[in-house]
């Protein structure tokens, strides 16, 4: 069983930057899957941040792309996340998600998912 | 983006009711549609995949169907435990996006 757990600052300063590790146990953060970020803010919905590969490969949503930063250690089997300049815009509980992939060839079924999540930690910005 | 949007946005039901939740897309999407279940503090759980695949370890009350702009998630007969915000997700394009959330409440 995949397990994923955040960890990280639960209060970060407005214009600094915020740093979560989402640690990934019950398997390798080397297979084909995608290692994903996904946040909620305060009474709103989920928004995809980004997500990377074992190989450091990443895909941003555009409209945070100038501000996130992936990376991945294999050795530790941890990914991480930076966003910076934040605001208080940015307070949310952030979660991190494997993201992986189906493929039937005797159908041509495909589909992705987020199979896996992590409990999520909130992270206040505020002075 | 594609926009997904559910519908209705909370529902009270009892144990044992049928529940339907539905999710438009802005455009179509053939069936790259999943449903999560999300209980407060606890980690989002995936239902369905690919619209209409139950993932492994869920019940099979829960069901989902559709296809294009229009999915369906339903719960046959409600249990105490289904009580939680559900939550539809597109994986057709970059980036994936995700509903607005249907909250079911007791009754």
């Known amino acids: 069983q995949v397990q994923l757990q955040e960890s990280g600052p639960g209060l970060v300063k407005p214009s600094g930057t915020l740093s979560l590790t989402c640690a990934v146990s019950?398997?390798?953060?080397?297979?084909?899957?995608?290692w994903s970020w996904v946040r909620q803010p305060p009474g709103r919905g989920l928004e995809w941040i980004g997500e990377?590969?074992?190989?450091?490969?990443?895909i941003f949503n555009p409209s945070l792309r100038s501000r996130v930063t992936l990376s991945v250690d294999k050795s530790k089997n941890q990914f991480s996340l930076k966003l910076s300049s934040v605001t208080a815009a940015d307070t949310a509980v952030y979660y991190c998600?494997?993201?992986?992939?189906?493929?039937?060839?005797?159908?041509?079924?495909?589909?992705?998912?987020?199979?896996?999540w992590g409990q999520g930690t909130l992270v206040t910005v505020s002075s | 983006d594609i926009q997904l949007t559910q519908s209705p946005s909370s529902l009270s039901a009892s144990v044992g009711d049928r529940v339907t939740i539905t999710c438009r897309a802005s455009?179509?999407?053939?069936?790259?549609l999943n449903w999560y279940q999300h209980k407060p503090g606890k980690a989002p759980n995936l239902l369905i995949y690919?619209?209409?695949r139950l993932q492994s370890a869920v019940p099979s009350r829960f069901s989902g169907s559709g296809s294009g702009t229009d999915f369906t998630l339903t719960i046959s007969s409600l249990q105490p435990e289904d009580f939680a915000t559900y939550y539809c997700?597109?994986?057709?394009?970059?980036?994936?996006?995700f509903g607005g959330g249907t909250k079911v409440e007791i009754k």
């Open positions: 998600a494997r993201k992986t992939y189906y493929f039937e060839r005797s159908t041509y079924f495909s589909a992705q998912s987020f199979d896996y």
């Open positions: 019950g398997g390798s953060i080397s297979s084909s899957d995608w």
């Open positions: 990377i590969y074992h190989s450091g490969s990443t």
């Open positions: 455009q179509s999407i053939s069936t790259y």
């Open positions: 690919g619209a209409s």
């Open positions: 997700q597109q994986s057709y394009s970059t980036p994936p996006t």
